[in-house]
């Protein structure tokens, strides 16, 4: 999708000129206007070439986590504490739920952090892994880092 309004937007890019050029022109047919159909077409053209940057962007990889948080632990599929890891420029979608009580999930290196949560309410934080290494991500609610609501983030 996103691939779509990049090439879309280079299609604009390359029509508006020769629309404009038909238009400065008194003796130009009026039917050399570019119709929306081929603007379509141009889009196609364009996308069946070589555009990197494209294809760059619909190659980025992405990973999804679903945390619970209860009182002093994180919780994934069973496991307290889960380490979560990932190559370096993946896109990371944490889908953070509280179980029972206040929480959040937060990752200061990569300037992540959800919204506090009440028992049973469910927020999402979404950030780009760029920089390789081994972080901690806690819950920054009262005393709950300190108490052992934390875990491993890593990034290979």
């Not at 996308?47 to 994934?76: W, Y």
């Amino acid at each position: 999708m996103k691939k779509k309004t990049v090439l879309l937007v280079l299609g604009f890019a390359f029509v508006l000129p020769l629309v404009g050029a038909g238009c400065a022109s008194s003796t130009a047919p009026e039917n050399d206007a570019v119709s929306l159909e081929q603007i379509g077409q141009l889009d196609v053209m364009i996308d069946e070439g070589k555009g990197d940057t494209a294809v760059e962007e619909t190659d980025q990889a992405k990973a999804i986590f679903a945390l619970s948080g209860k009182n002093f632990a994180f919780m994934m599929d069973g496991q307290e504490a889960p380490v979560l890891k990932v190559k370096k420029g993946t896109t990371v979608h944490i889908d953070f739920t509280s179980e029972s009580g206040f929480h959040d999930w937060v990752l200061d290196e990569f300037g992540a952090a959800t919204d506090r949560v009440q028992t049973g309410e469910t927020v999402s934080v979404e950030f780009v892994a760029d920089q390789v290494g081994t972080y901690e991500y806690y819950c920054s609610v009262g005393a709950h880092r300190a108490n052992g609501m934390i875990g491993t983030f890593i990034v290979e």
